[in-house]
């Protein structure tokens, strides 16, 4: 049985960090950021990518109307490849919650909670390269070359939705919207949330929950 593992929590809290240190540990994950596939679209230019940049560029979530249909087709698609997942970003409203819910349901929803300190500081240092979605810091991950990606040579920037004010836009987008889906899993009894101000606090006992998820499915399954 292939399980869907939701990392959620507000933006810069780590779940990219996270979600590659699942698939790199535990065989058979994808990873699915729906903030990647969006930006994909705008670095191609395509007609949702226009539409899109502007809400990102103000802090705000993309409207589902816009984006719902494309995400839930990508995270399908996902599974009809028999991966197990890891989901960053999506679903991350109530209405999406049952829209993935009733195609795609999730194992285990996994809230991360770093102090806001932590965050603002984190994406103060962050730069990406566009193009590929790689992602570095300048504290703990920084290009070998500065301000230039590591694979390409290429450029990079400033994530558009990285300034101050979108930072804090999207702070309190995450409490109306995003922490309600964490809300509802863990009153599904498929929900928890793990404090911590790094991703080297937070990883091991990501990990241990994971595990232990997998065992209780093989122990059903076997049984």
């Not at 007609?47 to 103000?58: H, P, T, V």
């Not at 009153?187 to 404090?195: N, Q, S, Y």
Request: proline share 4%; glycine share 8%.
């Amino acid at each position: 049985m292939m399980q869907r593992v939701l990392l959620t929590g507000a933006v810069g809290c780590g779940k990219g960090t996270i979600a590659k240190k699942v698939v790199e540990n535990f065989e058979g994950f994808a990873y699915f950021c729906a903030g990647d596939v969006i930006r994909q679209h705008i670095s191609n230019g395509s007609e949702l990518g226009k539409r899109a940049s502007s809400f990102l560029k103000a802090g705000e979530h993309v409207p589902e109307n816009l984006v719902n249909e494309v995400l839930l087709q990508e995270v399908q698609r996902l599974r009809e490849r028999g991966s197990h997942l890891v989901l960053d970003g999506f679903p991350r409203t109530l209405s999406q919650l049952t829209a993935v819910e009733a195609s795609v349901p999730v194992s285990l929803c996994i809230e991360l909670d770093v102090p806001r300190k932590v965050i603002e500081e984190r994406l103060s240092k962050r730069l990406v390269h566009l193009a590929s979605g790689r992602t570095y810091n300048l504290d703990y991950n920084p290009p070998r070359v500065p301000g230039k990606d590591d694979v390409t040579g290429e450029p990079l920037e400033r994530r558009v939705d990285d300034t101050d004010e979108a930072i804090r836009r999207r702070m309190e987008v995450y409490k109306k919207t995003e922490s309600k889906v964490a809300a509802a899993y863990r009153e599904a009894g498929v929900g928890l949330t793990i404090k911590g101000d790094s991703s080297d606090k937070i990883w091991p006992v990501v990990k241990e929950q994971i595990e232990a998820l997998l065992e209780q499915k093989r122990q059903a399954k076997s049984g």
